[in-house]
């Protein structure tokens, strides 16, 4: 079975700090580790109140999984096509 590309989206009120930002990761990979799941890439918004990251896993479900383990909260989680510049 092949890995899936994940997006997923996180709503944050209040706004990102650097060392929450560190805590979360921390927390996420190891769960992800444990779920089988990657992260591949993150893009957090200027004002630090939206994110979008970017995993490989076995399905959505792994990811979901993996964020609520860590404790972490997310507004979607959705298997994506990866389409880039070659």
Sequence with gaps: MGMAHLVVEVLLDPPL?????????????QCLEAH???????YLSVDR????????APDAEAVRASYRS???????????ELYKRE
């Design 70 to 80: 860590a404790n972490v909260g997310f507004e979607r989680v959705w298997v994506a």
């Design 49 to 56: 109140r939206r994110m979008v990251c970017e995993f490989e």
């Design 36 to 42: 089988g799941a990657r992260w591949m890439r993150s």
């Design 17 to 29: 700090t650097d060392e929450e930002h560190n805590r979360m990761g921390n927390r996420l990979d």
